[in-house]
């Protein structure tokens, strides 16, 4: 089966770094996909790995290893407006996105 | 970037009766158009997938009868939530991809309420 995993839930410090990890299994593998969701709103797109290794865009990285199935997305310089859900998915062989439950991550002053 | 734009942003509607939610995308063509609802504190929930021109197709458990969905151009799909009831409130949420590149671009969400 498909399958996304991710921690539910994250507190860091404002300033500080955090990084969400992201474990997938899909039929077939198109790229992980990171999204943002602030409270009531919808999700942003940040991201998109599909090849191995580290993409960095300001603030935010992800990082993708195929072979172990595995992601992670990095935060630096933690803000007060970075307190959101972030959701990881998985693209598979058929183009459709199997989407974890989302990471809520909580700053604390 | 791509936008996307959903509407109504919020709709009350009376049990019993039909509401038509629209999803546009505004700068490009969208050959795929998706369906979410999200209640709250949960994940997003996959309803449907629709092609251009071409019947939607609907996650298992979802009744195809009650939401129906129309993607008649490229830039336009709607999601008709018919004989709506208490429990169908909740947030939906579009998402529109090009063939190419492959990130869904999400709508601001309508929030449904049924009284």
């Known amino acids: 089966g498909q399958n996304i995993d991710q921690p539910t839930e994250m507190t860091a410090t404002e300033g500080a770094i955090v990084q969400i990890n992201c474990t997938y299994q899909?039929?077939?593998?198109?790229?992980l996909f990171w999204y943002q969701q602030h409270a009531g709103e919808a999700p942003t797109f940040l991201s998109y790995n599909v090849l191995d290794g580290l993409e960095e865009k300001g603030r935010f990285s992800s990082f993708l290893s195929r072979s172990k199935g595995y992601s992670y997305l990095l935060l630096k310089e933690l803000q007060m407006k970075d307190s959101a859900s972030y959701l990881c998915a998985g693209m598979d062989s058929n183009y459709q996105l199997i989407w974890g439950a989302g990471t809520k991550l909580i700053i604390k002053p | 970037g791509a936008v996307v734009s959903q509407h109504p942003s919020w709709v009350i509607c009376k049990s019993g009766t039909s509401v038509k939610i629209e999803c546009r995308s505004l700068d490009f063509q969208a050959t795929t158009m998706f369906w979410y609802r999200q209640f709250p504190k949960q994940s997003l929930m996959l309803m449907a997938t629709s092609n251009e021109g071409s019947k939607a197709t609907y996650e298992q458990g979802v009744e195809k009868d009650k939401f129906l969905i129309n993607h008649a151009s490229l830039t336009l799909s709607t999601l008709t939530v018919t004989s709506a009831h208490p429990e169908d409130s909740s947030f939906y949420i579009c998402?529109?991809?090009?063939?190419?590149?492959?990130?869904?671009?999400f709508g601001p969400g309508t929030r449904l309420t049924v009284t």
């Open positions: 998402s529109a991809r090009e063939t190419e590149p492959y990130e869904q671009y």
């Open positions: 899909t039929s077939g593998f198109n790229g």
